[in-house]
């Protein structure tokens, strides 16, 4: 039977980067294919900072190889290359000291809300803070932090964030119909990020918060191969079932060697204004449990309070609608907690 550089592409697409969704072929890994009869040699070149995982990836893949019909012989060249902070990401953003990623296993954990308050946290702190939406299929920033000016461009036509609460926000949301859905594949959102990092105008900040979609995927290993990051916050709530997936996403930031600051429980507890009783309406404590039996610090906690959806649905986070709040404190306590972490001011 005779064996085709399409056959051992499609075998290599069963063989993933290790805590992510997307295959080594549409990464770009397969550098080369040659086919000799039975005999194929294959060379990939791997991006990665974590040896474990591109010795999983090279087993995989000549088990693939291997388990193809016809095939006499493998000979699999593979080499790994260690993402690092050189002179091409220093270009990227030259300005900025410290760079945050907020992200969660899954959706509807309140990771954006968390992302805009530690923001405006930070900046209420003093700091100069920038907060890129990296949601792409699902951008909120700009509604939540109640900006409403469409970016401008500079003069040397980078594209300006536009400012909401002290704090230079970027989104998709501002360039797009708000009832069209982003249909786009994974080189596509690849793009779209490398434009949000290489042509804004991001200007000296302490601190760039990113809001990353949930889940893992395209856009974090975008993010993390692109940028330096100083760290990752998972955002969890304390029901079993996001606690699995907030487990999956620490994996994915340790596979690709980005430190993990630690895990926050969102929607902790609701605290009564009146009697200040603590209701644990969706369980409470197993994001402290899952940071214990995971090896990592838990960061704290922010209860429930239909305050943060009303802030947030109109464009004023919490922290600034209402600075006296117990889900405003946790912010910042929050906000304090990470800023000791990665030892900024």
């Keep these: 039977m005779a064996i085709h550089e399409e056959d051992i592409r ?26 000799d009869g039975g005999k194929i040699s294959v060379e990939l070149q791997i991006s990665s900072a974590d040896p474990d995982a591109a010795a999983q990836i090279e087993r995989e893949a000549r088990a693939a190889l291997e388990s ?19 002179p091409a990401e220093t270009a990227i953003l ?66 300006l964030p536009v400012d909401g609460h002290g704090v230079r926000v ?6 797009m119909d708000p009832d069209q859905p982003v249909i786009w594949r994974g080189p596509m959102v690849m793009k779209a990020l ?28 975008t993010i993390t191969q692109m940028v330096p990051l100083d760290g990752a916050v998972i955002v969890t709530t304390p029901q079993d079932v996001a606690l699995i997936d907030a487990r999956k996403g620490l994996a994915m930031f340790q596979k690709v060697n980005v430190p993990v600051l630690g895990i926050i429980e969102n929607m902790s507890a ?26 990592v610090p838990f ?11 009303d802030s947030g649905d109109a464009g004023t986070p919490i922290v600034a609608a209402h600075p006296d709040s117990a889900a405003a404190a946790a912010f910042v306590h929050l906000a304090d907690v990470v800023r000791e972490r990665i030892g900024g001011k």
């Excluded at 549409?26 to 086919?35: D, E, L, P, T």
């Excluded at 970027?170 to 360039?175: A, E």
Aim: aromatic share 6%.
């Design 10 to 35: 499609q075998a290599l697409k069963v063989v993933k980067f290790p805590g992510l969704t997307r295959d080594i072929v549409s990464f770009g890994f397969v550098k080369a294919i040659a086919v």
């Design 299 to 309: 960061l704290g906690d922010v209860p429930i309070d239909p305050a943060v959806v």
């Design 194 to 221: 490398q434009q949000f990092l290489e042509d804004v105008d991001w200007g000296t900040l302490d601190y760039l918060i990113v809001d990353l979609p949930p889940g893992t995927g395209d856009a974090q290993l």
């Design 170 to 175: 970027m989104s998709l949301g501002f360039l």
């Design 94 to 159: 030259p300005g900025v000291r410290h760079k945050i990623a907020v992200a969660s296993g899954k959706g509807g954990v309140g990771k954006s809300t968390v992302a805009a308050n530690l923001a405006v946290a930070l900046a209420r702190g003093g700091a100069t803070v920038g907060l890129l939406d990296a949601d792409i299929y699902g951008p909120s920033q700009h509604m939540m932090m109640g900006c409403t000016a469409k970016p401008m461009l500079s003069g040397d036509n980078k594209i």
């Design 270 to 295: 609701f605290v009564c204004p009146h009697c200040h009783e603590r209701t644990p309406i969706f369980k409470e404590g197993g994001g402290r449990r899952t940071a214990t039996e995971l090896g």
């Design 68 to 86: 193809l019909p016809g095939v006499e012989g493998v000979d699999l060249h593979s080499s790994a290359q260690v993402p690092q902070a050189g």
